[in-house]
């Protein structure tokens, strides 16, 4: 993570929408910019959707993945064949217009979501766009996971949910997917996906020389280098490399994303 500032003169960018490796935020901002271009377009109304919701829900906006990351996510799913997806954490149904988009009209999103009113504006989302192949089942997904018995696994599990649920989130889909198991959750070589897993790098380095110690969080979050957030993303990556039944690619860019595929 570069080194940033926190003067009342410069504005700190919430690092899901930074890019990590560059020298500073500016270089790092232009280069995503310029890989945004020269990458393969999504279609135009997730372009707006995110720009609608930036400008309309300030607060939370920054729940919502980058433009970056869903044409990643979308190119990932069409070579991976994904139809299935399920997609722990829906928010306001950014993400899944890119899987929707991504699995065609002949594929599958399914959605969880905590919050009912982050759940209706999905579904409107949907609506408005004409998206026929996604839905947003409410409720608490540790709740909701035990409970789905898919005819066919899912072949893209994405996680973007509550940071400290992470562990048992994981420990759920694998519980879920064991081999020979009828109505498996994710199917042999399916792709589980955590999302902020390096949330500000303070899961690889919570020391000083992280800048984003200083940076303000909120009331409820004072040093949230040390919270359960952080602590269950570290017990998330344990179990991703020790668990023996993934192989996993840890991308640094965004806020740190997970890439497992399962091989049972």
Same mark, same amino acid.
């Given at each position: 993570?570069?080194?940033?500032?926190?003067?009342?003169?410069? &504005?700190?960018?919430?690092?899901?929408?930074?890019?990590?490796?560059?020298?500073?935020?500016?270089?790092?901002?232009?280069?995503?910019?310029?890989?945004? %271009?020269?990458?393969?377009?999504?279609?135009?109304?997730?372009?707006?959707?995110?720009?609608? %919701?930036?400008?309309?829900?300030?607060?939370? !906006?920054?729940?919502?993945?980058?433009?970056? &990351?869903? &044409?990643?996510? %979308?190119?990932?799913?069409?070579?991976?064949?994904?139809?299935?997806?399920?997609?722990?954490?829906?928010?306001?149904?950014?993400?899944?217009?890119?899987?929707?988009?991504?699995?065609?009209?002949?594929?599958?999103?399914?959605?969880?979501?905590?919050?009912?009113?982050?759940?209706?504006?999905?579904?409107?989302?949907?609506?408005?766009?004409?998206?026929?192949? !996604?839905?947003?089942?409410?409720?608490?997904?540790?709740?909701?996971?035990?409970?789905?018995?898919?005819?066919?696994?899912? @072949?893209?599990?994405?996680?973007? !949910? &509550?940071?400290?649920?992470?562990?048992?989130?994981?420990?759920?889909?694998?519980?879920?997917?064991?081999?020979?198991?009828?109505?498996?959750?994710?199917?042999?070589?399916?792709?589980?996906?955590?999302?902020?897993?390096?949330?500000?790098?303070?899961?690889?380095?919570?020391?000083?020389?992280?800048?984003?110690?200083?940076?303000?969080?909120?009331?409820?979050?004072?040093?949230?280098?040390?919270?359960? @957030?952080?602590?269950?993303?570290?017990?998330?990556?344990?179990?991703?490399?020790?668990?023996?039944?993934?192989?996993?690619?840890?991308?640094?860019?965004?806020?740190?994303?997970?890439?497992?595929?399962?091989?049972?």
């Amino acid at each position: 993570m570069p080194a940033l500032t926190t003067t009342p003169t410069t &504005q700190v960018l919430y690092p899901k929408e930074c890019v990590a490796l560059y020298p500073n935020e500016i270089v790092g901002e232009r280069v995503s910019k310029y890989a945004e %271009v020269h990458s393969s377009c999504i279609p135009k109304h997730i372009i707006n959707y995110h720009a609608h %919701v930036s400008k309309t829900l300030p607060e939370t !906006a920054k729940y919502m993945i980058s433009i970056s &990351q869903a &044409q990643m996510m %979308v190119f990932l799913s069409k070579t991976v064949g994904a139809k299935r997806i399920l997609e722990i954490g829906a928010y306001v149904g950014l993400s899944s217009l890119a899987w929707s988009h991504a699995v065609g009209s002949e594929g599958k999103v399914t959605a969880l979501e905590f919050e009912p009113h982050f759940a209706k504006l999905a579904e409107e989302a949907f609506e408005a766009n004409g998206v026929r192949n !996604a839905k947003v089942l409410v409720g608490d997904a540790l709740e909701i996971l035990p409970t789905l018995t898919p005819t066919e696994p899912y @072949d893209i599990i994405f996680i973007d !949910a &509550q940071k400290s649920g992470y562990p048992a989130y994981l420990s759920t889909i694998l519980n879920s997917s064991k081999p020979g198991a009828p109505n498996r959750l994710l199917r042999k070589g399916g792709l589980v996906i955590g999302d902020n897993i390096l949330r500000c790098g303070f899961v690889a380095d919570d020391s000083e020389d992280n800048p984003w110690r200083t940076y303000d969080f909120g009331p409820h979050r004072k040093e949230y280098w040390k919270s359960q @957030d952080v602590m269950s993303l570290k017990k998330y990556n344990e179990i991703v490399s020790e668990s023996g039944r993934f192989e996993n690619w840890l991308c640094p860019l965004w806020d740190g994303v997970n890439i497992a595929r399962l091989l049972d």
